[in-house]
Nanobody, 123 residues
């Protein structure tokens, strides 16, 4: 059973930066996966933020974060990152790491493994 463990959330002022990390545990490699970051606010659907294809490191971004967030994957360390810059109050959410294969990168059902989430608050 794959475990995903997020870290790096916190509180920051608008315009600031944060880096989230997600470590893959109990899995020998990540090369067969696509990994992603989603976010969710109370009462709303979990939405895709960014994804990366482990085989060729092709990245995908949702429109609200394009140009501000950067997703990356260190396969040797089995760690996924999300570098967030120029943060806005509307980026406030619980951020979740996910891994999966197949489907569309932005669809929640494309991912079978989820972390517990890390809170990001921008004021």
């Amino acid at each position: 059973h794959v475990q995903l463990v997020e870290s790096g959330g916190g509180s920051v002022q608008a315009g600031g930066s944060l880096r989230l990390a997600c470590t893959v545990e109990d899995e020998p490699q990540v090369s067969t996966y696509r990994m992603a970051w989603f976010r969710q606010t109370p009462g709303n659907e979990r939405e895709a933020v960014a994804a990366i294809r482990a085989s060729d490191l092709k990245a995908f971004y949702s429109y609200p974060v394009r140009g501000r967030f950067t997703i990356s994957l260190d396969s040797d360390k089995k760690t996924l990152y999300l570098e967030m810059t120029n943060l806005k109050p509307e980026d406030t959410a619980m951020y979740y790491c996910a891994s999966g294969a197949g489907g569309s990168w932005h669809q929640r059902q494309s991912y079978s493994n989820w972390g517990q989430g890390t809170q990001v608050t921008v004021s």
